[in-house]
């Protein structure tokens, strides 16, 4: 025994991180996942051509709907919190298992959102793709899905209240007075 030598300070520090590795593995949030799809699924909604819900499945659901397909690892903690964090920030900005439950207007401006993001390159996450290399969208796939996203919006934006848009007209112009523009 070398008493408080430098050695078992740090073989001490050794087990202490083991041990709370060891520990942390028995903490898990509960999964994110559903064996039906609800009838506020985009899907059940409206027309989704099979190659768009292709690629919305592959590459948007893990993060964007109340089913994520976990890979092995994510049973390994942290990385298990790290991408429960993605899923329920993900969740919360664009559901498409809860798309029913949006006001039109909301709808109208998720479906604007996902363009944009989609052509910045934006979605789906980079650090995603770098582990789901299939997921990294083809400039067909951005195209189709962009297509699609801008003609739906335009579809139900016909339908939106006048009220609703008169309300969020005035809701930006009060944003900006406040922020002062
Ligand atoms: C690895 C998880 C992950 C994947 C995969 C993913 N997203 Fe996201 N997405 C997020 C997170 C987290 C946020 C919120 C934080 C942010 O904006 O960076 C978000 C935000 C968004 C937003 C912004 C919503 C708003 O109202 O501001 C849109 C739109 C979006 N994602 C669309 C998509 C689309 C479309 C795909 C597939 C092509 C996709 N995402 C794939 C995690 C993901």
């Not at 991180?17 to 506020?40: C, E, G, R, W």
């Not at 920030?89 to 909301?106: A, P, V, W």
């Not at 796939?141 to 309300?167: F, H, N």
Request: aromatic share 8%.
């Amino acid at each position: 025994m070398d008493g408080l030598g430098g050695k078992n300070i740090l073989k001490r520090a050794v087990i202490a991180i083991v041990v709370i590795l060891v520990i942390i593995q028995f903490i898990h949030p509960d999964k994110n996942q559903n064996a039906s799809v609800t009838d506020y699924h985009i899907t059940k909604l409206y027309t989704v051509p099979e190659n768009v819900q292709r690629t919305l499945d592959n590459t948007c659901y893990d993060c964007h709907s109340n089913n994520t397909r976990y890979p092995w690892y994510s049973n390994i903690q942290p990385v298990n919190w790290w991408l429960n964090n993605h899923v329920v920030d993900g969740k919360r900005q664009l559901n498409f298992s809860d798309f029913g439950h949006y006001k039109l207007l909301k709808q109208v401006k998720k479906l604007r959102e996902i363009v944009e993001e989609v052509e910045e390159g934006e979605m789906p996450l980079s650090s995603y793709t770098l582990i789901h290399k299939k997921a990294v969208l083809t400039a067909d796939q951005k195209q189709e899905l962009t297509a699609w996203a801008k003609k739906l919006a335009e579809e139900i934006y016909a339908k939106v209240p006048p009220q609703d848009i008169e309300d969020e007209k005035k809701k930006q112009e009060a944003r900006k007075l406040k922020e002062g523009k």
